[in-house]
């Protein structure tokens, strides 16, 4: 069993930073892939970014890419999201996710197995 919790949202200015942190329990943790997730209001929730078990590998989506960068901490427990560049319609819940998927199956929702409750980001224009 894997928990996940997120923390880290907040209100931002377009043009600002904010830096999302995943924190997971559980001992087999480092063997599962970890993605963000997010949904606005009145949309279905999208792919934002993925890591794999090793940390080797990091898939965006393309809204993102280039602004956003994920990572493992080094004792593995502790995933996190780099908002650079934020922009208004980045505006969504995040969540965070650990699944047991591999290369392009990250970017579905299908491949992850737990899912932490979200954490709200507000960019003003």
């Known amino acids: 069993q894997v928990q996940v919790v997120e923390s880290g949202g907040g209100l931002v200015q377009a043009g600002g930073s904010l830096r999302l942190s995943c924190a997971a329990s559980?001992?087999?943790?480092?063997?599962?892939?970890m993605g963000w997730f997010r949904q606005a209001p009145g949309k279905e929730r999208e792919f934002v970014a993925a890591?794999?078990?090793?940390?080797?590998?990091?898939y965006y989506a393309d809204s993102v890419k280039g602004r956003f960068t994920i990572s493992r901490g080094n004792a593995k427990t502790t995933v996190y999201l780099q908002m650079n560049s934020l922009k208004p319609e980045d505006t969504a819940v995040y969540y965070c996710?650990?699944?047991?998927?591999?290369?392009?199956?990250?970017?579905?929702?299908?491949?992850?197995?737990?899912w932490g409750q979200g954490t709200q980001v507000t960019v003003s224009s």
């Open positions: 996710a650990a699944g047991l998927g591999s290369g392009s199956n990250l970017y579905r929702d299908w491949a992850y197995n737990y």
């Open positions: 559980g001992r087999t943790f480092s063997s599962y892939a």
């Open positions: 890591v794999t078990r090793s940390g080797g590998s990091t």
